[in-house]
């Protein structure tokens, strides 16, 4: 939605009063020198603390934050920040985010004040192995079989900065397959929350009520914020393995499995960076738009047909060492026609220059380590494990491309980590990038090397 036609709040309804909190603001921002915030509120995370929203002095703010209002804020991706607003609007108007039924977490569709998808909201602490995951089937897992709980190869809980982590890293090669995806707080009744938090919820919404001088004091009414990865919705696409059936029997023309070829060959190239752990042919996307699906185009004939891939699902990937425990979690991609082709000459040209430029590469890590290093849990020792992994892959990706390679020969290298030689830590950038790296390759494999 432009930001023109973004619907108006009303936040006084006498001239003078508006006037008078305008000229207030404006003293208060020249006194302290900062920039005024939006006077337009579109959403609770844009509501200072202890400040009721105007209006609603009296009415819960569902999901108030109780951090920086600013968090759900990018200056300089105005459309995405836009976006999220209206999710929050959405859900001021009552129109919540819906479930997903499908996979072991706690997966949200959320919507727009017109009750259209626009996003995939996953909370951190709803996943697989979170706390709060409300799918049946992973409380019996860890329950049931503890000795095979999680995935010894990946960070515990941090899902959402993967897919966050994963959205980066396809920015920055401009692979352009992943939807874009930021890590978001959002709040929402329908959320898995504990007993206690609808509780606090309910009893601070009563209070506020009869007594509204002390529900002014709260900080937050309603329901606690939650942190989570916000995936842009991706319209008109379907899961690979429809697709890909389909193709068997309607084979695509030489023109449109060429722009396959070079799509596929982009999901290759993320994935295996990444190390994604969590791949098969369910959780990629395919959009093909048929010739005899397409409108007439302004010379009266058909328009070009189209076909594009999305790769979603990166919450398992980023390991802090390559499997070696029970399964060796392959890339199912691997197994496709399409794999056992050479990467194209295209695909060279585009990605090899980065990947040999350690600049680049370092770069790649020190914006993986400011977006990581926002998790409570985060640790600075299994940080660089994994960019000695991604590291790794690179350096294999890099060698594959060099010898004109083909994907399923890619994953049969050998695994390789790169490894930096030990030395002090800079805050402003991790490490500096005339540091020693030392190359080393891990023979210990799963026991199970076929799942």
């Given at each position: 939605?432009?930001?023109?036609?973004a619907?108006?709040?009303e936040?006084?309804t006498?001239?003078?009063?508006?006037?008078r909190t305008e000229?207030t603001?404006?003293?208060?921002s020249a006194?302290?020198?900062?920039?005024?915030?939006?006077?337009?509120?579109?959403g609770p995370?844009f509501?200072?603390?202890g400040?009721?929203?105007p209006?609603?002095?009296n009415q819960?703010?569902l999901?108030g934050m109780d951090y920086d209002?600013?968090f759900?804020?990018?200056?300089d991706?105005?459309?995405?920040t836009?976006?999220?607003?209206q999710a929050e609007?959405?859900?001021e108007n009552?129109?919540y985010?819906?479930?997903?039924?499908q996979?072991?977490?706690?997966?949200?569709f959320?919507?727009?004040p017109?009750?259209?998808?626009?996003?995939?909201?996953?909370?951190k602490?709803?996943?697989?192995?979170g706390?709060l995951?409300?799918?049946w089937?992973?409380?019996?897992?860890k329950l049931?079989?503890?000795?095979c709980?999680g995935?010894?190869c990946?960070?515990?809980?941090?899902?959402?900065l993967?897919?966050a982590?994963?959205?980066?890293?396809?920015?920055?090669?401009?692979l352009?397959?992943?939807p874009?995806?930021k890590m978001?707080?959002?709040a929402?009744d329908?959320?898995n929350y504990?007993r206690?938090?609808?509780?606090?919820?309910?009893?601070?919404?009563?209070v506020?009520?009869?007594?509204?001088?002390?529900?002014?004091k709260?900080?937050?009414?309603?329901?606690p914020?939650?942190v989570?990865?916000?995936?842009?919705?991706v319209?008109?696409?379907?899961?690979?393995?429809?697709?890909?059936?389909?193709?068997?029997?309607?084979?695509?023309s030489?023109?449109?499995?060429?722009?396959f070829?070079?799509?596929?060959?982009?999901?290759?190239?993320?994935d295996?960076i990444?190390?994604n752990?969590?791949?098969?042919?369910?959780?990629w996307l395919?959009k093909y738009?048929?010739?005899?699906?397409?409108?007439?185009?302004?010379g009266?004939?058909p328009s070009?047909?189209?076909i594009?891939v999305?790769?979603?699902?990166?919450?398992?990937?980023?390991p802090f060492?390559?499997?070696?425990s029970?399964?060796?979690?392959?890339y199912?991609?691997?197994w496709l026609?399409?794999?056992?082709?050479?990467f194209?000459?295209?695909?060279?040209?585009h990605?090899?220059?980065?990947?040999?430029?350690?600049n680049f590469?370092?770069?790649l890590c020190?914006?993986?380590?400011r977006l990581?290093?926002t998790d409570?849990?985060?640790?600075?020792n299994?940080?660089?494990?994994?960019?000695s992994?991604m590291?790794?892959?690179?350096?294999n990706?890099?060698?594959a491309?060099?010898d004109?390679?083909?994907p399923?020969q890619?994953?049969?290298?050998?695994?390789?980590?790169v490894?930096?030689?030990?030395?002090?830590?800079s805050?402003t950038?991790?490490?500096s990038?005339?540091?020693?790296f030392t190359?080393r390759?891990?023979?210990?494999s799963?026991?199970?090397?076929w799942c």
């Amino acid at each position: 939605m432009d930001q023109s036609q973004a619907p108006c709040i009303e936040l006084s309804t006498n001239a003078e009063e508006r006037q008078r909190t305008e000229s207030t603001a404006s003293n208060t921002s020249a006194a302290s020198n900062e920039p005024l915030l939006p006077d337009v509120a579109f959403g609770p995370s844009f509501i200072k603390l202890g400040s009721p929203r105007p209006g609603r002095e009296n009415q819960p703010l569902l999901g108030g934050m109780d951090y920086d209002y600013t968090f759900n804020h990018w200056p300089d991706d105005g459309e995405f920040t836009d976006l999220v607003r209206q999710a929050e609007m959405a859900v001021e108007n009552g129109i919540y985010p819906e479930r997903i039924f499908q996979g072991s977490s706690g997966s949200y569709f959320v919507k727009n004040p017109e009750n259209k998808t626009i996003a995939v909201f996953k909370p951190k602490d709803e996943e697989p192995y979170g706390r709060l995951n409300p799918k049946w089937t992973k409380w019996m897992h860890k329950l049931c079989c503890p000795c095979c709980f999680g995935r010894s190869c990946l960070v515990p809980n941090q899902g959402y900065l993967s897919e966050a982590g994963a959205s980066l890293v396809d920015q920055k090669l401009a692979l352009n397959v992943v939807p874009k995806t930021k890590m978001v707080k959002l709040a929402s009744d329908t959320f898995n929350y504990t007993r206690i938090d609808r509780e606090k919820a309910r009893v601070k919404q009563l209070v506020s009520e009869r007594f509204p001088k002390v529900g002014r004091k709260f900080h937050r009414l309603g329901l606690p914020p939650k942190v989570g990865s916000f995936q842009l919705f991706v319209e008109g696409y379907r899961d690979a393995d429809f697709w890909l059936r389909r193709f068997e029997q309607e084979p695509l023309s030489d023109e449109l499995q060429t722009e396959f070829q070079l799509q596929f060959e982009r999901l290759v190239t993320l994935d295996y960076i990444i190390r994604n752990t969590d791949r098969g042919n369910d959780n990629w996307l395919i959009k093909y738009i048929r010739p005899d699906e397409q409108q007439s185009g302004d010379g009266g004939g058909p328009s070009r047909p189209v076909i594009r891939v999305a790769a979603i699902d990166n919450g398992l990937a980023f390991p802090f060492k390559h499997p070696d425990s029970w399964r060796a979690y392959p890339y199912h991609w691997a197994w496709l026609s399409w794999a056992k082709r050479p990467f194209s000459t295209q695909t060279r040209d585009h990605v090899l220059p980065l990947i040999s430029d350690m600049n680049f590469v370092q770069d790649l890590c020190d914006q993986l380590y400011r977006l990581l290093k926002t998790d409570k849990g985060f640790d600075k020792n299994l940080f660089e494990h994994q960019m000695s992994v991604m590291r790794g892959q690179m350096l294999n990706l890099a060698q594959a491309l060099k010898d004109g390679k083909s994907p399923v020969q890619l994953v049969q290298m050998p695994v390789v980590v790169v490894e930096r030689a030990k030395g002090g830590h800079s805050e402003t950038r991790f490490r500096s990038i005339s540091d020693t790296f030392t190359q080393r390759f891990q023979h210990k494999s799963p026991f199970f090397s076929w799942c």
